[in-house]
């Protein structure tokens, strides 16, 4: 995997649903990893630790440290990105081709 693609990681971190778990709890706001080894209760905290690692190194997650409180905060930013580039482009045309067919169908 190419480490010159910023993309590349984002993709990589997406692509495990355990990962996007973890994205989807830090929706709601930031939270410790102490409050998202709690939530995974079948996992270790090391296994937490690693999928964080991950999510951080894809920059979909920004770490505050505070005294002893490690925080995660989700940042969409990432994601945007991977939308403008791959998924908005795809999208007008499908709303163009279904607004074709509407009318289409209207005539």
């Not at 692509?15 to 930031?30: M, Q, S, Y």
Request: aromatic residues 6%; charged residues 30%; contains cysteine.
């Amino acid at each position: 995997m190419s480490s010159a693609d910023p993309d590349d990681l984002v993709f990589k971190a997406l692509a495990d649903g355990r990962r996007r778990e973890i994205l989807d709890l830090l929706t709601g706001g930031p939270k410790t990893t102490g409050e998202l080894c709690a939530h995974f209760v079948d996992w270790d905290r090391c296994t937490v630790m690693q999928h964080l690692g991950v999510l951080e190194k894809a920059e979909l997650v920004i770490v505050k440290r505070e005294g002893r409180h490690r925080w995660n905060y989700l940042n969409v930013l990432p994601i945007k990105r991977i939308h403008d580039r791959w998924i908005s482009r795809y999208a007008t045309a499908a709303v163009d081709l279904l607004a074709r067919l509407k009318r289409d169908l209207e005539t």
